[in-house]
């Protein structure tokens, strides 16, 4: 038995403590905010997640899934609203197969509640982490009253992406980090629930408002509500920079996503309240320093929202280390296989992600990009060994990132080849489209 350091009690560091604890570790978390139970609101993030099968099979490793699905939505499909608010539907998977909408602070409590009620697993908010030696594996905090020394045997940074732990991690010889900021940020919106609390729009889907360069999302909430993100240009000509004022957003979503801004009440103090936030992606290795310490989720590859897999990829993370923990002789080795194997699976899922927003905000609504979804879709019910599609492989299976990054890239070249066919509008569904790609898949 080990006892081990978590800095950071989010939704990666609740559930890693779950997971070491079943191992028989002693755990301790330390979280700089204040005791989330104790708030009304979630500080500075999102409360929508997207919660998918890498994330419920971790949750269901460790016994809670059950107890999140009572509050999760299934959205089971995208719908596509364009300009003049005709909509367009693209099922996510087939045999009702759907992504789930949590509340993130919601899901953060109830891994909190369960890492808490856990007599190997201690808690302790209000620490701030002011610096760590990670060769020791011994980090110091401060609390508000005092600085505090903890050492234990190791340390799990799991304290987001501007993590603390990393910084530490950054001084040293070898460790190579990148990060980028991409040219759009988000800005949150909300829709209330009507007179009756009913939701304005289909429940059980994913909206998005597609406009080339930039886009509009809503996912559902149990209040009837639904949380609505613009992801737009920082600056230029057409931007969060050039919307100054709450007239202007105005006037600009009048123009561009008028049936979204028709449901929204209080929409001016919306706009000037609600935060411009950037996005950032983070990449970085080796993920260990030996056995004394270790980053996990955002700390060690923050990616961007647009696949819904920063969480799941997080929780997976836990998942896999749990595996590698069970035939591994000791934390050293631990950590090593860790640090070596998971990472090509985290730059394939953060390529992917980017890949995604441009496919979500550029094609979603095209008619292009429904036939060919529709062909790809009918190919992989006629062969489903032969033909998983990429977005299945990444939200509903657990084929390795990186592999599906992979076989993605392929399929993306066989389905170019596939459009290009003449009169493919009328020939789809003809069996010789179906005999090409076997053809090509050879």
């Known amino acids: ?3 081990l350091t978590i800095v950071g009690a989010g939704l990666v ?12 570790h002693k755990v301790e978390i330390y979280e700089r905010r204040k005791d989330p139970r104790r708030l009304k609101n979630s500080e500075g993030r999102s409360i929508n997640l997207a919660l998918s099968e890498r994330g419920w099979a971790a949750l269901k490793k460790v016994g809670i899934s059950e107890e999140v699905m009572e509050s999760a939505i299934p959205m089971y499909r995208r719908v596509m609203h364009s300009i003049d608010g005709k909509l367009s539907f693209q099922n996510y998977g087939k045999n009702g197969q759907a992504i789930y909408s949590v509340s993130r602070g919601g899901l953060n409590k109830i891994l909190i509640e369960k890492a808490e009620s856990n007599p190997n697993i ?9 610096s760590a030696d990670i060769e020791a594996g011994s980090v110091t ?3 508000g009253l005092r600085e505090i020394e903890v050492n234990n045997d190791a340390v799990f940074g799991t304290d987001g992406a501007f993590s603390k732990i990393r910084m530490a991690f950054q001084r040293r010889d070898g460790f190579s980090y990148s990060q980028d900021y991409i040219d759009h940020g988000y800005k949150e919106l909300n829709i209330p629930p009507d007179a009756l609390g ?5 429940k059980e889907a994913l909206h998005i408002w597609p406009r080339g360069g930039y886009m509009l999302i809503a996912l559902p909430n149990p209040d009837g509500s639904f949380t ?3 992801f737009f240009p920082l600056k230029g000509e057409l931007s969060f920079e050039t919307l100054d004022s709450s007239f202007k957003a105005r006037k600009f979503m009048n123009d561009i996503f008028p049936d979204a801004l028709n449901l929204m009440e209080d929409f001016e103090n919306q ?13 970085c290795k080796p993920w260990n320093v030996k056995g004394k310490s270790m980053l996990l989720g955002d700390a060690s590859h923050a990616i961007v929202p647009f696949y819904g897999q920063g969480m799941n990829s997080g929780f997976e993370d836990c998942s896999v280390f749990d595996e590698i923990l069970e035939k591994s002789e000791n934390l050293n080795e631990a950590f090593e296989s860790f640090s070596n194997t998971r990472k090509p699976d985290a730059d394939a899922i953060s390529d992917l992600a980017m890949h995604n927003f441009i496919e979500m905000r550029d094609h979603t609504g095209q008619p292009d990009f429904l036939l060919r979804k529709k062909i790809e879709n009918r190919f992989s019910e006629l062969y489903p060994d032969k033909w998983i599609p990429l977005y299945s492989q990444v939200t509903f299976s657990h084929i390795p990132y990186s592999k599906a990054l992979a076989t993605g890239k392929k399929q993306e070249k066989i389905m170019e080849k596939i459009m290009a066919m003449p009169d493919i509008e009328k020939t789809w569904n003809n069996a ?4 090409s790609i076997l053809k090509y898949l050879d």
Do not use: A, Q
Request: charged share 25%; with cysteine.
């Open 1 to 3: 038995m080990n006892k």
């Open 141 to 143: 905090f401060d609390n």
């Open 271 to 283: 706009w000037e309240s609600n935060p411009t936030s950037s996005l950032v992606i983070i990449k």
């Open 13 to 24: 560091g609740s559930l890693l403590s779950l997971f070491l604890s079943k191992r028989g």
């Open 228 to 230: 609505c993100t613009l």
């Open 122 to 130: 201690k808690i302790n908010f209000n620490h701030k982490c002011i």
């Open 198 to 202: 009913n939701f304005k729009m289909e």
């Open 432 to 435: 010789e489209v179906y005999e």
